[in-house]
């Protein structure tokens, strides 16, 4: 188990070394830090903190998971989730995005999940649960905050099609280039387009890509 943070890295060592089933094998203090460490020496376990630093801190969630393949990774947040202004920036004046009431706000614990970490917890956490939490991770199961949810509502609006079609979209393919990666005709390209925009009452196709953005884990399944 490897421990990266800012905010009381010290703290969460000795804590997790009141476990007898728990072995810390390193501490670091910067991402540089924690990727050499999980180079050196692939830890099972590793507990990521993050701050108000993001997308650096974030970001090294998929730098591990390069490096460390088999490292599962628990993320530790230190404010609310909807603290994410990357994911939930605030809109000129004059501009709406559109997106939808549906969507729930994106946040910086989701997106930590999107990019490959096993568990997202806040700091705030009982040393009970984040023993729990540590504990789920190492076995491969999910372990994240109740306040992380995929979706605000009770089902998806998209066809697995149109999903896929919408995220070609966020990532600014045209109708050609997603006509060809799909295997499907530009006009049935062009229907589904129109369908996404319909049914979550956006406007074109730039209110689509900024809602992708903004939104990834709702644009994640198949």
Do not use: Y
Request: glycine share 10%.
């Amino acid at each position: 188990m490897s421990i990266e943070g800012h905010i009381d890295r010290e703290g969460v060592v000795a804590l997790l070394g009141t476990q007898p089933d728990f072995r810390v094998l390193g501490s670091a203090g910067t991402s540089g830090e924690t990727m050499e460490l999980c180079l050196e020496l692939h830890p099972p376990v590793l507990v990521l903190g993050i701050l108000d630093g993001w997308p650096r801190d974030i970001s090294a969630v998929q730098a591990v998971r390069l490096v460390s393949p088999k490292t599962q990774i628990l993320v530790l947040a230190p404010h609310s989730p909807n603290r994410c202004a990357h994911l939930n920036p605030a809109d000129p004046p004059g501009f709406d995005a559109g997106c939808s009431a549906w969507l729930a706000r994106s946040t910086c614990l989701q997106d930590a999940l999107s990019r490959g970490a096993l568990g997202a917890v806040h700091r705030d956490i009982s040393p009970t649960a984040l023993f729990q939490a540590v504990r789920a991770v190492a076995t491969g199961e999910h372990r994240v905050t109740s306040e992380v949810t995929r979706l605000a509502g009770n089902g998806h609006p998209l066809s697995p099609q149109e999903l896929k079609v919408a995220r070609l979209i966020g990532h600014g393919s045209s109708n050609k280039e997603i006509s060809t990666s799909l295997g499907i005709s530009e006009l049935t390209v062009k229907k589904h387009v129109g369908s996404i925009l319909h049914r979550l009452g956006l406007h074109d196709r730039l209110q689509l890509g900024i809602c992708v953005a903004r939104h990834p884990l709702a644009f994640n399944g198949d």
